[in-house]
């Protein structure tokens, strides 16, 4: 081979590597301009939001939008709230999904095809067809602008049931007939081999019911109006309502701090998050 | 056949087959280990009880009860809240389809879709084979990349929203650059149903890239090296081997982005309400305003059961398929 075909080849493998770069950076720079936008814009003042030519950086960054926020809606509440019943929620879920796969792999017991068919077929019911006759029962029950309304009727777990089950399925038999030779009960048995053997699912699970706790909207939009027990999603269009898109930088201030939560979450533990979001594909 | 099965044809009537025998000799031990399988098995149904139990509870009293409730609350003229409701038979199925609205609703919810998962799937396909190259960097562009899909849909709204501004808003700023007017994104159709698109695409986006990555990963190196060898080009390549083996990826994302683009509500409810003059509204949305805007809660459980049966009828294909291992389909 010449010098001069070398060189040729060299230079074809080079350009498509510049190319790739390039619409590497592009991507990049347009997928994460948005939340770099609204991060700076809750920063400016009300003048170099609406100025034109744009301004990129905020001349004097300060807090003053996410003050005015809190002056307009109960911002600090609506976090407690959100935590709260993220955490409470997400820990409920992931504690039903696991001790229910538990018993579907572990247990011999009658009709338990039929309980997983159960499980599993409530992922085709679309949350939409339950809402209204659930709002109807909460209301009745009086849970409307209570925290048990907003958690109870979304607790029941079934992508976390199948999951757990899945995973169980793997385990070593051996282990657990040992343990049972031991004399361990059911419930030792759970969390002292089960759940030890299943971390990775379990932070797969939790996570993925952090996300979506933390995200729900409509459900918890429907049965609160009352800013001491709503959470901050709800809170946007709380404020959004009365502030209208007047006030960019309030809102977008409150917006940031709905988002900069479950971001920080993402970008600690974006193994076993993604891993979570993503487990459906490898599950089929 | 016959003359194997003659000999041993007296002894079968009523004998027990071979394997039976074992039981027989342990018979005294019977009564007492039956009544520890028993014991056993009633354990394990407690334990079942116990551990299996409050999640089929839930289940039954969230999820299938709502089910049955709202197919019967659909034959209703029944407003949410009224204590009287009037059996009206399929009669809110048919004015649903004989509505002058409904043609509209399923347009959009037509446009909407195609575009949502059709756009998700080229895009997050197009990124996942440019994150596939050895490129330094590519892990920062893929965290970035599926950060929307972790956010909630109605702040994405909000923030895009402002994005979208047609006076103060980065994206006319962009348009500005390469000479052309920012349309009246907010208000003059068809660029609110436009607007809304872009938003899921760039949400959903990441979460299809790193699927078809994984996916094509999982392509064997050797398969692309003999093509090469054959004399294939990058986009033969692409087109005759890899693609080929990413359909079973390719269905799955198929079905789960047309499961969420169906059931898309935050991000229409914070950026256009499905408006203006409904040009927005797409199934899912209707139901909401049917119901809790209009209160006409009956008539929304019909068009809940419509978007139910659509939705259904995905899963079906889904599974018919997914048993077919589609890719040698």
């Not at chain 1, 696991?98 to 409530?122: E, Q």
């Not at chain 2, 103060?168 to 390469?178: F, T």
């Not at chain 2, 078809?212 to 692309?224: C, H, I, M, T």
């Not at chain 2, 986009?235 to 083996?245: E, F, G, M």
Request: glycine share 8%; net charge positive; charged share 10%.
């Amino acid at each position: 081979m010449t010098a001069a075909t070398l060189q040729q080849s060299a230079r074809r493998r080079r350009s498509p590597q510049v190319g790739g770069y390039l619409t590497m950076i592009l991507a990049t720079v347009v997928l994460g301009a948005p939340l770099l936008w609204m991060a700076l814009a809750s920063l400016k003042a009300p003048d170099e939001l609406y100025q034109l030519p744009l301004q990129w950086l905020p001349a004097q960054p300060d807090l003053d939008n996410y003050a005015q926020a809190a002056g307009a809606i109960p911002l600090g509440r609506l976090l407690a709230n959100s935590i709260g019943l993220t955490i409470v929620g997400a820990g409920l879920k992931v504690a039903l999904g696991l001790c229910c796969a538990y018993a579907l792999v572990f247990l011999d017991f009658p009709f338990r095809k039929v309980v997983f068919g159960l499980v599993i077929a409530t992922l085709m019911i679309p949350p939409q067809i339950t809402i209204i006759p659930n709002y109807t029962l909460v209301a009745s029950l009086g849970w409307l602008n209570t925290y048990q309304g907003i958690l109870v009727p979304g607790l029941a777990s079934a992508f976390g049931t199948f999951l757990f089950r899945q995973h169980f399925l793997t385990l070593p038999r051996s282990v657990l007939e040992a343990a049972e030779l031991d004399g361990a009960g059911h419930w030792r048995k759970l969390w002292r081999f089960v759940v030890p053997m299943s971390t990775p699912t379990l932070a797969a699970v939790a996570l993925v019911s952090v996300v979506t706790e933390w995200n729900d909207y409509l459900w918890p939009f429907l049965v609160v109006d009352d800013p001491s027990t709503m959470t901050l999603p709800v809170g946007l269009t709380l404020l959004q309502n009365t502030d209208g898109m007047t006030n960019w930088g309030v809102l977008l201030a409150a917006t940031v701090v709905v988002t900069l939560p479950i971001l920080l979450v993402f970008l600690v533990l974006q193994r076993r998050l993604v891993a979570g979001l993503t487990a459906g594909a490898v599950t089929g | 056949m016959t003359t194997i099965a003659t000999p041993r044809a007296p002894e079968d009537p009523g004998a027990p087959p071979a394997g039976s025998a074992a039981p027989e000799r342990t018979a005294p031990q019977r009564p007492r280990r039956s009544r520890l399988a028993a014991g056993r098995r009633r354990t394990a149904l407690l334990w079942a009880l116990l551990l299996a139990g409050p999640n089929i509870a839930l289940l039954l009293v969230f999820v299938y009860r709502p089910l049955v409730e709202s197919l019967y609350l659909s034959t209703l003229q029944w407003n949410l809240g009224s204590p009287t409701a009037r059996f009206v038979g399929l009669g809110n199925y048919v004015e649903w389809f004989t509505a002058p609205t409904t043609g509209r609703v399923v347009t959009t919810t037509l446009v909407f879709t195609v575009a949502t998962v059709g756009g998700a799937m080229v895009l997050g396909l197009g990124l996942a084979l440019l994150l596939n190259r050895r490129l330094r960097g590519r892990g920062v562009a893929r965290t970035v990349a599926f950060a929307p899909y972790v956010l909630g849909g109605f702040a994405v709204g909000i923030l895009w929203l402002f994005m979208f501004d047609p006076r103060y808003g980065l994206i006319q700023e962009v348009l500005g650059w390469v000479g052309i007017a920012s349309p009246e994104w907010y208000t003059n159709r068809p660029w609110p149903l436009v607007m809304v698109i872009v938003v899921y695409l760039w949400k959903n986006l990441g979460y299809v890239a790193l699927i078809y990555l994984a996916g094509l990963q999982a392509v064997p190196q050797d398969l692309k090296d003999a093509a090469a060898i054959d004399g294939a080009s990058a986009a033969r390549t692409l087109r005759s081997v890899v693609l080929p083996l990413l359909t079973p990826t390719t269905f799955f994302l198929l079905v789960t982005m047309l499961l969420s683009s169906l059931q898309s509500f935050d991000t229409i409810k914070a950026m256009t309400q499905g408006g203006p003059l409904g040009s927005t509204t797409t199934l899912m949305y209707s139901i909401y305003v049917e119901s809790f805007v209009n209160g006409r809660a009956g008539y929304a459980s019909a068009v809940a059961t419509v978007l139910f049966l659509v939705l259904l009828a995905v899963t079906a294909v889904q599974l018919r398929f997914v048993q077919q291992k589609v890719h040698y389909a």
